[in-house]
């Protein structure tokens, strides 16, 4: 019987080829460095100190299925610009913005910016120029009602709520303040504004997960963490009981603009419609 909690280390690639835990971007902004004397754009592939990042991606996400059906679409990360450029610099030099609490530095994370481990989101593609952009162009946007279609916005490391490297006060206000100016963006009136997170601040749940056929997989579902749900069409004051997942996000999408499926979506999680009027 054990004494206390337990960490299990099972490496970056489990041995049916899934990544897991924190894995790096195959380009910058990446935890791994360049190479000395490589591309100062891309990780090192071979890197000395580090596990190797992971291999540029080619599988089909939500981003490929938006621009295929010719709807606007954006990735927006709070200190993506200057992560940028912390990234591309010489290997022998310190970060001071990528996983760096120090001073005013955003604490960016590299892992928690997905579409940049895509081959069509590589570096110099159109992919990446059209919809990978800093969270500065988030707030810009909003105030001059030009938001895409869809957006996707995380905010920068510090501000996250994630345990063991930032509070949870900062991240309410920030959710708060950016909540405020959503309201009032000349958008707003047909805006659907889907707040979530990975980990609730530590705060972990007393209730089981659903089990049975078509509930779940190897990846869950687990514990259960918020999700708010804003603007003009939400029901107002209402708590819904339907079981979701982070893939219930990827699910609205699809339905409302009529898109591709995509795999791995699990058959009985709901797409958060039952919470609009």
């Known amino acids: 019987m054990l004494d206390g909690p337990v ?14 835990n924190t894995s790096q971007p195959p ?35 939500i981003g490929d299925t938006l621009s295929a059906a010719r709807i606007s679409w954006t990735w927006y ?6 992560a940028l450029a912390d990234g591309r610099r010489s290997p022998d030099a310190k970060r001071t913005v990528i996983y760096n609490r120090e001073g005013a530095s955003p604490n960016f994370q590299p892992h928690h910016q997905p579409f940049n481990y895509y081959a069509r989101f590589a570096p110099g593609t159109e992919g ?28 920068a490391g510090k501000l996250t709520q994630h345990p063991s490297y930032t509070d949870i006060q900062s991240g309410d206000i ?6 405020a100016k959503l309201e009032k963006s000349p958008q ?24 049975g056929a078509g509930w779940g997989d190897r990846w869950g579902p687990a514990t259960r963490v918020p999700t708010i749900i804003v603007g003009p069409t939400v029901k107002r004051g209402f708590i819904d009981s339907t079981s979701y997942d982070t893939t219930s996000i990827l699910k609205l999408i699809t339905k409302r603009f009529g898109l591709e ?14 919470s609009l009027q």
């Open 128 to 155: 990446r120029a059209q919809h990978l952009k800093d969270g500065a162009d988030f707030v810009e946007a909003i105030d001059k009602g030009t938001l895409p279609q869809v957006s996707f916005y995380k905010p």
């Open 188 to 211: 707003w009136p047909k805006m659907l504004v889907i707040v979530t997170y990975d980990e609730n601040g530590g705060y972990w749940d007393h209730v089981a997960p659903p089990r």
């Open 7 to 20: 960490q299990v280390f099972d490496g970056a690639v489990t041995p049916d080829g899934y990544v897991v």
């Open 77 to 82: 990360a709070g200190g993506w610009n200057e």
């Open 174 to 179: 920030h959710i708060s303040q950016m909540l």
């Open 27 to 61: 380009y910058q902004p990446s935890g791994v460095a360049p190479a000395a004397g490589g591309n100062m754009d891309l990780a090192d592939a071979n890197p000395q100190k580090a596990a190797p990042p992971v291999p540029p991606q080619t599988a089909k996400t």
């Open 261 to 274: 499926p995509l795999p791995g979506v699990r058959a009985r999680t709901g797409d958060l419609t039952n």
